[in-house]
């Protein structure tokens, strides 16, 4: 079965710290593979995604992703946290299932920031 | 930007009770989507939708249905709202069938069945 692994349920880091967002995945073929937040009472927002080309892919507010095949891995790095940056972070992987695509979601990631 | 509108951000319902969950987008895109999202569980897809009147099964409809009559608006529907359906509901929508269309979300809807 197809599946997203996220590793951590939560993560706590210092301001200025590096951030590492772990994201594994399981897929018999070549995955589009996504980074979304979700900041306190609101939707899901895209922070990046990975189709084809460049391996290591730059998202929005600093962070990036790095695709590893041989790893099957898409962690998702900022170099130096944010308060900001406190949320919850969703792997997603998008799949041929059932005859149609779909976005499977990993379990989630809550970051914590402090001073 | 694409605006994705549900149209209750907090519901208390009674269990029995039929529930109405509206999602509206503005953008025109072909497809939409209904998630419930838990705790330790992530995002896990309900019902979606390809085209007007029509919908698919995800991965966890039991308890569920959906109704597509116009490209804009898709409506989940809890037949007989249960406890157990107490989450938050997340709708999305996408254009076209393109493996790196990103999926575009609504705020949620927090549903609590008591």
């Known amino acids: 079965a197809q599946s997203v692994t996220q590793l951590g349920s939560h993560v706590s880091v210092s301001e200025g710290a590096l951030v590492l967002l772990r994201c594994n995945y399981s897929s018999s073929v070549p995955p589009y593979l996504f980074w979304y937040v979700q900041y306190p009472n609101q939707g899901l927002q895209l922070l990046l995604k990975?189709?084809?080309?460049?391996?290591l892919v730059k998202g929005i507010n600093g962070f990036e992703a790095e695709f590893k095949k041989s790893e099957t891995s898409f962690h998702l790095t900022k170099p130096s946290a944010h308060m900001s940056d406190a949320a919850e972070y969703f792997c997603a992987v998008r799949m041929f299932s059932g005859g149609y695509n779909k976005l499977i979601f990993g379990a989630g990631t809550r970051l914590a920031v402090h001073p | 930007d694409v605006k994705v509108t549900q149209s209750s951000r907090y519901l208390v319902k009674r269990t029995g009770e039929k529930v109405f969950l509206e999602c509206v987008q503005d953008m025109d895109h072909e497809n939409m989507f209904w998630y419930r999202q838990d705790p330790g569980l992530g995002l896990r897809l309900i019902y979606f939708?390809?085209?007007?009147?029509?919908?698919e099964k995800g991965d966890i409809p039991e308890g569920y249905s959906v109704s597509r009559e116009k490209k804009e608006r898709f409506s989940l529907i809890l037949e007989s709202a249960s406890t157990n359906q107490t989450s938050m509901y997340l709708c999305?929508?996408?254009?076209?069938?393109?493996?790196?269309?990103?999926?575009?979300f609504g705020n949620g809807t927090r549903l609590t069945v008591t």
């Open positions: 939708s390809y085209d007007v009147k029509m919908k």
């Open positions: 990975y189709t084809t080309g460049a391996t």
């Open positions: 999305a929508s996408s254009p076209g069938q393109g493996y790196n269309s990103p999926l575009h």
